[in-house]
């Protein structure tokens, strides 16, 4: 009879964490090239179709894994899960706009800044204590998102950094939120981001004369990006993560962020311009200096799900 050490067991739940993780990065990184494939579709009508099927996968999902609704989960976190579903609707809606009206290059580069803007909003909602080199870090990042906005001064490409910074603030509060109302499980959070974001975003597609009946071709690119992009995503990321260091769960998101112009330029020839390149790499050292530090301050302990 084989026997399992636990220290396998450990072993093989970080090997498979890591695996889960990556792929979601590697799905998240194909919304670029997702919202580039749709021909007529605005902001509104993708997120609308986007969060139709993100809401039905999310919500058979958690009724499979708990064997209650989405809705049992909400009602027991309360408003933060409100707060945290509203601030994601602004998030998806920054993040669509941003990619279309600029590089998607640069739209996932400030995406990336999420995580910093979280813990500055840890520290002012919640006192939670901000690492001495997570500041160096942060005025790192700032100095490179200067050098990426630079050569942005005025139109579409200025307002859409304007808007990927907005979908990482709502990112961040999203995070901050569920903090506040102690929930370890994101995705009842995110089923009623959906929820809302389907009601929010078919009012104002009646208001302003957007036709609610997209083309095949955009209705099918938007809701498969609902289920593949970012539903089966949050799902491997919320299997994975259980047993990772957030050291690690920081480098690995940084696939996200170098796939994501990499679909572009291979599928699409999209490239880049030079402030961006320079100001992402001086903000993915900022990201990976940040998360290797503090894996060496302390390290978590890696356990078995």
């Known amino acids: 009879m084989t026997h399992v050490l636990p220290s396998q067991t450990a072993e093989h739940s970080h090997r498979t964490g890591l695996i889960f993780v990556f792929l979601a990065g590697v799905l998240w990184s194909t919304v670029g090239l997702g919202i580039r494939l749709i021909e007529e579709a605005v902001v509104w009508q993708i997120l609308l ?16 894994r708990t064997g209650k609704s989405p809705i049992s989960h909400i009602r027991r976190t309360g408003w933060p899960a409100v707060i945290a579903g509203l601030s994601l609707v602004a998030a998806y809606a920054g993040g669509i706009y941003a990619i279309q009206a600029t590089s998607v290059a640069n739209a996932m580069l400030l995406f990336a800044t999420a995580p910093f803007m979280t813990a500055v909003l840890g520290w002012v909602v919640l006192q939670e204590a901000v690492r001495k080199a997570t500041w ?27 808007a990927a910074i907005g979908s990482a603030l709502g990112f961040a509060i999203f995070t901050v939120a569920l903090r506040w109302g102690k929930s370890g499980e994101m995705l009842p959070a995110v089923f009623l981001s959906g929820v809302f974001a389907i009601l929010i975003t078919a009012v104002i597609c009646l208001s302003l004369g957007l036709p609610l009946v997209l083309s095949p071709r955009d209705g099918g690119i938007a809701m498969g990006m609902g289920v593949f992009q970012v539903g089966a995503g949050l799902i491997l990321y919320t299997l994975g993560s259980r047993t990772l260091p957030a050291a690690e769960l920081t480098l690995l998101s940084l696939a996200e962020v170098l796939l994501g112009p990499f679909w572009v330029w291979l599928f699409l020839g999209e490239t880049a311009t030079l402030n961006t390149l320079i100001g992402g790499a001086i903000l993915l050292a900022a990201i990976a200096g940040n998360a290797v530090s503090g894996a060496r301050r302390k390290p978590p302990p890696i356990t078995a799900p």
């Open 136 to 162: 160096i870090a942060i005025f790192v990042a700032l100095a490179g998102i200067g050098i990426m906005v630079a050569d942005k001064s005025a139109g579409a490409a200025l307002s859409g950094s304007l």
């Open 49 to 64: 179709y986007r969060s139709v099927s993100l809401s039905a996968l999310l919500f058979a999902v958690v009724w499979l």
